[in-house]
């Protein structure tokens, strides 16, 4: 029933229904009438993303790994929530340079570089290389499993017979053919291919309509509906099995890292960044993408666990392989009309992801390898040709040509031993390395050529040696020994477990390494390396595309003057005579007229629309080849550029410096400021000490010599003034030694001995030291000191004279007769800590005092008369000593209250 | 008539040396041991000359030197103060202020009693 005259016919006939649409879209473009300009044709167009691999290979995953498929699917969803953010800015800056293609882009936003944009494409190409081949692969397969209807039945696949007799041949021939038909038309790549985008807006609906279908003939007319049918597949192990996390290869951690993959595919696959950013018509449009498109991923992956249960529970025996479920199963029920949708639906899945994927990449590989290659090697018959526009449009095609048969070859030698998916992924993983040099290119100015190409060659030699080598060992093609045992039996070199990374899914662990060396290289290399001008210009308009309205720029970089003519000249000769004239008159009429010598305005059109032609970088040199011999050659204009640059660093830098130079001086301001306080503070401090020692000198020195020069005074006079003379000189002797204490204090050369001592024992030794001042003033002192050792570390005697010093000063400020001193020792709340307590009946001292008393020769004043007086350095010397013990020292007193000393010192560890 | 000195100073030992010296002298002593009390004695009963120590609570000397000399019914009375400060600065700021002589402290027994016999006998 179903010939393959039938199948092939309906195949044509699809194909030329997508070939009228894209013509119509065509020509409505060139009418001005665009009918792409609407967002839902931009949605259903990213669906590009649903290849043949959607739309058979998750249905075959989904039958052995459950829901293994959803990553896939979520990455681009969470994407999807991250387009306006990232997708906007990347869509922005496209636009403003011209920018065809992702090499184009990594290379344009890394100072032109030839080399990137090189490396770039070749990556490219070796990454989809598995794609590619899928897609045949689903293709040819699908094509062998329809024609056995109504048996349904792999076919027998062999890559013996020859490639002549290969279905997926036939049908590698006939891609290039709609390929090169659909895809190079123009030679103009920034010029959207708008019918091409019409094409895949309706063949994204054709397969979506179809696999809904299919999901909803087998669960409601095989099954009795979602219901009967899980509840089937619930009564398996082995089924129910699929609708739980356990048979995720790599479990969640393979699970994350294929959406991380994914997410970065969606952005960085060829024909993503096609239909996403070249063809984009208009920045609104991306906001209702956003969740317009996720609806779509939903939709079609509504059916996907429905069919593969389905597809497990009809085919039992595994007569078709669960790649093949979608097809099969209509097969099985006797539809062939529906069977044959199907085949068209994977089909031109296939087809348009083939198209978009060539058509990007042949224009790279023109314009990033080919172009660039030809200019160097400049060959003899290249020289005279005026028009190059029919030899680009020959690269592309030869390019489409080679592509979709590496892709065969891929297939027919190593592609054929793997599932749809595992070679798609190998893509995906190939794709994720752009994401590095782009997406931190877009945020980070300092990220630079050397650090994108250091980046970028570290990650894609990771790729190949953890993903690309171990699927062709895999395929016999080289030794297999190498993935089991690491090459030369070195183990840690396992392509699997690198570096004793063993245990992980191997997408998860390419994706790991990969990304590591990628990012890492590409932040050193940055980090290491100073960006000349041109990438600094690059690099600042990629980052602030937003704030900028316009780009002015590089167009500063075209200071030289030339021949309007040769500009002309130039750009004929890549986009032929007529697109160039039409050109040139646009400017005309948009900048009326143009003067003869070019200015740099002009200079900066003409290379725009060549980089539409043959990429950034490659217009520069061309660009730059005529320029120069003129006033400014681009190196002079490259180094004025650099010079003043520089002139702004130095500036800068400059600034800066006057800033540290402000700080420091405002710094040495503030040390001087310190140091005369310092000064001053001593300066007073020998007044004042000076003023201590003199007043009991002027005692002695009087008395003395009143009684030597009265030689008769009586002998209770004469004892008195010599009692005087005496209690001065005691005085002055305490003072002398305080003062030097505290001067060693201060300079830290105190000798501390450091013993453990009793603190009771210290206590009652000073008690016994002051008695007789408390029997002289007879001032009554009562002691609660426990009765127990209270053991701390510390210098017995200068603690000893903490305590005479405080009793001292308490019996000194008491009333005589009523005076009343208490002692007390007693451990708080921390039992590490104990207190002396010494309390006076005294006059009590104001609380703005409680702390100046603390301060040297700080006396209380006090009215009294004849008020005992002290040196005014015994408090603070106590303080020192406590404070060196660990301790601290305050007072607790209010006016006619009386007075608390306490002194709080840490007990023995 | 003996003249009246007013004898000033917070250490009690210096004023009782003060006071030995000035009764010796044939002079009619009083004490005071603060800044206060001082005005008060010299509110009292004006005395004919006034030995006013600097370091002192309640009004230090520089003070008290001002209220006498701000007083009209004490224009005649004679002022020389005692410091142990032997700054330059603290004898100029004692003159600008209308101290009419400056001891240091230590001083000679011999010289104080001079120098206050010499500034009683100017004034006549």
């Known amino acids: ?909 | 008539m003996a003249n009246k000195i007013l004898v000033v100073d917070d250490e009690p030992n210096i004023v009782l040396s003060l006071e030995f010296l000035m009764k010796q002298a044939g002079f009619q002593v009083r004490t005071a041991s603060d800044g206060e009390a001082a005005l008060a004695a010299v509110a009292a009963e004006a005395p004919d000359l006034v030995l006013l120590d600097v370091m002192m609570p309640r009004k230090n000397g520089y003070e008290v030197c001002q209220a006498i000399r701000a007083n009209p019914d004490c224009k005649d009375v004679r002022i020389i103060m005692l410091t142990a400060k032997g700054r330059e600065v603290e004898r100029e700021k004692g003159l600008a202020l209308g101290a009419d002589d400056y001891i240091t402290k230590p001083f000679s027994t011999q010289e104080v009693v001079e120098r206050v016999r010499e500034l009683l006998a100017e004034a006549g």
Not at chain 1, 242 to 256: D, I, Q
């Open chain 1, 1 to 909: 029933m179903l010939s393959d005259g039938v199948i092939i016919a309906s195949s044509m006939i699809y194909m030329g229904v997508l070939f009228g649409i894209a013509y119509y879209g065509d020509q409505r473009a060139d009418a001005d009438r665009s009918i792409i300009a609407n967002p839902y044709i931009y949605t259903l167009s990213l669906a590009i993303y649903c290849t043949a691999w959607t739309f058979y290979g998750s249905v075959g995953l989904a039958a052995t790994s459950g829901v293994d498929f959803l990553p896939v699917y979520l990455g681009p969803t969470l994407m999807a929530v991250l387009f306006w953010v990232v997708l906007r800015r990347i869509v922005r800056i496209t636009k403003a340079h011209r920018i065809t293609s992702i090499a184009d882009f990594a290379a344009s936003r890394y100072g032109k570089s030839g080399l990137l944009a090189g490396m770039v494409t070749v990556i490219v190409v070796l990454g989809i290389l598995p794609y590619i081949s899928i897609q045949l692969k689903a293709i040819a397969t699908s094509f062998s499993l329809l024609r056995q209807y109504p048996q349904v039945a792999m076919p027998a696949f062999s890559t013996q017979q020859p490639f002549w007799a290969d279905t997926t041949f036939m049908v590698a021939l006939v891609l290039i053919m709609f390929a090169i038909l659909f895809g190079t038309r123009h030679i103009d790549t920034t010029e959207r291919h708008e019918g091409m985008v019409t094409a895949v807006a309706f063949e994204s609906l054709f397969k979506l309509v179809v696999f809904v279908l299919v999901g909803i003939v087998v669960t409601f007319s095989m099954f009795d509906g979602p219901g009967a049918l899980f509840q089937q597949a619930a009564a398996q192990p082995e089924l129910a099995k699929l609708m739980r996390f356990e048979v995720v290869p790599g479990g969640y951690g393979g699970w994350l890292s294929l959406t991380f993959l994914s997410m970065m595919a969606f952005l960085f696959l060829p024909r993503q960044f096609q239909v996403l950013v070249v063809e984009n018509v208009n920045e609104a449009h991306i906001r209702k993408a956003t969740w317009l498109f996720p609806l779509y991923l939903f939709a079609i992956n509504l059916f996907v666990l429905p069919i593969a249960l389905g597809g497990r529970l009809i085919f039992t025996s595994g007569e078709v392989d669960a790649d093949m479920f979608v097809l099969g199963l209509p097969m099985m029920l006797h539809l062939p009309d529906l069977a044959l949708l199907v085949f068209l639906g994977g089909l031109s899945a296939a087809t348009s992801m083939i198209l978009f994927e060539t058509v990007a990449l042949s224009t790279m590989i023109c314009n990033d390898l080919v172009i660039p290659l030809l200019l160097r090697a400049n060959p003899r018959w290249l020289a005279g040709r005026a028009d190059w526009s029919g030899l680009l449009l020959g690269v592309r095609r030869a390019g489409i040509a080679a592509i979709i048969l590496l892709g065969y070859l891929y297939f027919r030698f190593v592609g054929e031993s793997y599932a749809l998916v595992a070679s798609g992924l190998i893509s995906f993983a190939a794709a994720a390395q752009f994401a590095p040099p782009i997406l931190i290119g877009l945020y980070w100015k300092r990220a630079n050529r050397r650090g994108a190409l250091i980046g970028l060659s570290g990650g894609f030699l990771v790729w190949a040696y953890t993903l690309l080598l171990p699927a062709m060992a895999r395929s016999g093609w080289i030794g297999v020994s190498f993935v089991d045992h690491g090459p030369f039996g070195l183990e840690l070199l396992k392509p699997y477990a690198l570096f004793g990374l063993r245990d992980m899914d191997p997408y998860m662990h390419a994706v790991f390494w990969s990304m590591l060396a990628n990012v890492g290289g590409l932040v050193f290399g940055s980090m290491l390396s100073r960006p000349d001008a041109i990438e600094q210009v690059q690099g600042s308009q990629f980052v602030n595309i937003l704030e900028r309205e316009r780009h002015d720029g590089d167009s500063l970089l075209w200071r030289g003057v030339v021949e309007t003519t040769e500009l002309y000249d130039l750009l004929a000769r890549f986009l032929g005579p007529p697109r160039a004239s039409e050109a040139f008159d646009r400017y005309a009429r948009d900048h009326g007229g143009y003067p003869l010598q070019a200015d740099s305005r002009l200079i900066h059109y003409t290379e725009r629309l060549l980089a539409g032609a043959i990429g950034a970088a490659s217009a520069r040199v061309m660009i730059s080849s005529i320029v120069m011999g003129e006033v400014l050659s681009i190196e002079e204009v490259m180094t004025i550029l650099d010079e003043s640059t520089q002139v702004i660093e130095y500036s800068r830098r400059l600034e800066q410096k006057s800033a540290e130079l402000e700080a420091a001086s405002a710094e040495l301001r503030e040390a001087n400021h310190r140091l005369r306080e310092l000064d001053r503070l001593k300066d007073e401090f020998i007044s004042t000490v000076t003023h201590e020692l003199r007043t009991p000198l002027t005692s002695i020195r009087a008395f003395s010599e009143i009684l030597l020069a009265n030689p008769e005074m009586d002998v209770d006079q004469r004892s008195k003034f010599l009692s005087i003379i005496v209690k001065e000189s005691e005085r002055l002797t305490r003072l002398i030694n305080q003062v030097l204490d505290m001067a060693k204090m201060d300079s830290g050369r105190t000798e501390w001995s450091v013993e453990t001592l009793d603190l009771r024992t210290l206590i009652q030794d000073a008690i016994t030291s002051t008695s007789q001042l408390f029997r002289d003033k007879a001032v009554a002192l009562h002691e609660s000191l426990g009765d127990q050792p209270v053991l701390v570390t510390g210098d017995h005697d200068r603690l000893t004279q903490v305590v005479i010093n405080l009793l001292s000063n308490a019996v000194k400020f008491c009333p005589e007769q009523t005076g009343e001193v208490v002692i007390r020792l007693r451990s708080v709340a921390d039992p590490d800590r104990w207190r002396i307590e010494v309390v006076d009946n005294g006059p009590g001292i104001a609380r703005d005092q409680h702390k100046l008393i603390f301060e040297k020769f700080h006396q209380v004043n006090d009215s009294l008369s004849g008020k005992p007086k002290g040196t005014g350095l015994g408090l603070p010397i106590s303080q020192k000593i406590v404070e060196h013990h660990g301790g601290r020292i305050w007072v607790e007193s209010e006016i006619r209250q009386g007075a608390t000393f306490i002194v709080e010192l840490p007990g023995q560890a």
